[in-house]
């Protein structure tokens, strides 16, 4: 009956004993994910975009733009610039009865990301000066494709509209 007893109680021992060691292994096999990273502040960054463009000058905006000469950027007007340079130089031409401008992101901005591609659309509302002093009130849409780039995220595509106007009504 001792020798029972005895058997009995080691058994219990060691089950006590690994008890303790499964628990752990448990724990480390229910580890919490790695949190993910914070999210990239999209609205932020094309807000800040569009107040680079504010003085209507390339030269501030360049920094938000990819430079490869094959990328292709649709604005109001002209119909469409190949390559940064061309974007770079037609802008002011386009611009060229405007002083300023202040560009305002839609509050309907919708960003999508996969890796790093990025890709959002949104509507924008705009205020110009004109050179004689007058101002002008616009409004359009944009959808932007961004690229990941070291720590940069750079427009790879822009497409730039305002709406038709309404047709004529027949008298």
Not at 9 to 20: D, E, K, T
Not at 75 to 88: F, M, N, R, S, V
Request: proline share 6%; charged share 25%.
């Amino acid at each position: 009956m001792r020798f029972r007893i005895m058997i009995f109680s080691i058994i219990a021992g060691l089950l006590l004993l690994a008890y303790p060691a499964q628990a752990r292994q448990e724990q480390k096999k229910e580890a919490p994910a790695k949190k993910a990273a914070p999210s990239y502040d999209f609205r932020a960054h094309l807000q800040k975009l569009y107040d680079a463009w504010s003085d209507l000058d390339p030269a501030k905006a360049a920094p938000f733009y990819a430079k490869e000469a094959d990328h292709v950027f649709f604005d109001i007007a002209p119909l469409k610039y190949t390559g940064w340079t061309q974007y770079a130089d037609g802008v002011p031409k386009a611009f060229s009865a405007y002083s300023s401008g202040k560009f305002t992101v839609g509050k309907d901005l919708r960003v999508h990301r996969r890796g790093n591609l990025t890709w959002a659309t949104a509507t924008w509302s705009a205020e110009l000066l004109k050179k004689d002093g007058t101002k002008e009130n616009a409004e359009g849409r944009y959808t932007v494709v961004l690229e990941k780039r070291g720590d940069d995220w750079l427009i790879v595509h822009e497409h730039m509209s305002v709406p038709a106007p309404p047709p004529a009504t027949a008298k």
